[in-house]
């Protein structure tokens, strides 16, 4: 009888674990939602994107505003993503998201160039924390997490050991991620100060000129 209540308690178990979306186990620190948990449209315009990716571009996405609960940050998600099909962008332009609960949303993975940082898609994983930081931080579940999902990118070979960390206005003439966020990042390991010009696939070179350009 006792070795049957056993196997009733771990097929419970079992089954209880099935019933949850299986992205929320892979990395015990943060919850990594997929794109089918989310509800995401299917790309229509996918490239892929050469690993390691030498940067990590940071952004904010000012508009949707920040979200505590999984059904908020999944909405935002959607939002932006016809928002970027929108505009012939093909799917939602970020490699992930994270939101202010802490979880990290799947947007164009890891292996999908994205489009978000001009000249610099082809050289980077672009990660978006939603909200608009521009006068405050984010909380700090929020940029623990992103500091995860880098730490993550590494250990999958998908970010380079020796990556740049920069924001998006330091590659195009934009506010973004916002004056809170930005100062922020000028803290973390692997921050790149300056503004990297990318003149072709593998021609980078780091220097404090102004590109002209405009934002996606």
């Not at 620190?29 to 989310?38: E, G, V």
């Not at 292996?111 to 050289?123: E, F, L, P, T």
Request: with cysteine; charged share 20%; glycine share 8%.
């Amino acid at each position: 009888m006792a070795s049957f209540k056993v196997i009733v308690s771990v097929l419970f178990l079992n089954l209880s674990v099935l019933a949850l979306p299986q992205s929320v186990f892979r990395n015990p620190s943060y919850k990594l939602y997929t794109r089918a948990d989310w509800d995401a449209q299917p790309a229509t315009d996918v490239h892929l994107l050469e690993a390691p990716a030498p940067y990590v571009v940071i952004h904010h996405t000012y508009i949707p505003g920040a979200c505590h609960t999984f059904a908020v940050c999944s909405a935002n998600m959607r939002s932006m993503q016809t928002y970027h099909i929108g505009i012939d962008f093909g799917d939602i332009g970020y490699n992930f998201c994270v939101g202010s609960e802490g979880g990290a949303y799947e947007g164009r993975s890891w292996d999908i160039m994205g489009i978000h940082a001009g000249k610099a898609n082809n050289h980077s994983i672009g990660i978006c924390l939603i909200g608009d930081w521009r006068e405050e931080l984010p909380p700090v579940l929020q940029l623990e997490t992103t500091k995860a999902l880098i730490a993550d990118g590494v250990r999958l070979g998908k970010i380079s050991p020796d990556y740049k960390l920069i924001g998006h206005n330091q590659v195009m003439a934009t506010a973004c991620p916002g004056n809170a966020l930005a100062e922020e990042i000028s803290t973390w390991e692997h921050y790149s100060g300056g503004r990297p010009i990318f003149n072709h696939k593998t021609d980078v070179t780091t220097t404090e000129e102004t590109e002209k350009t405009t934002t996606d």
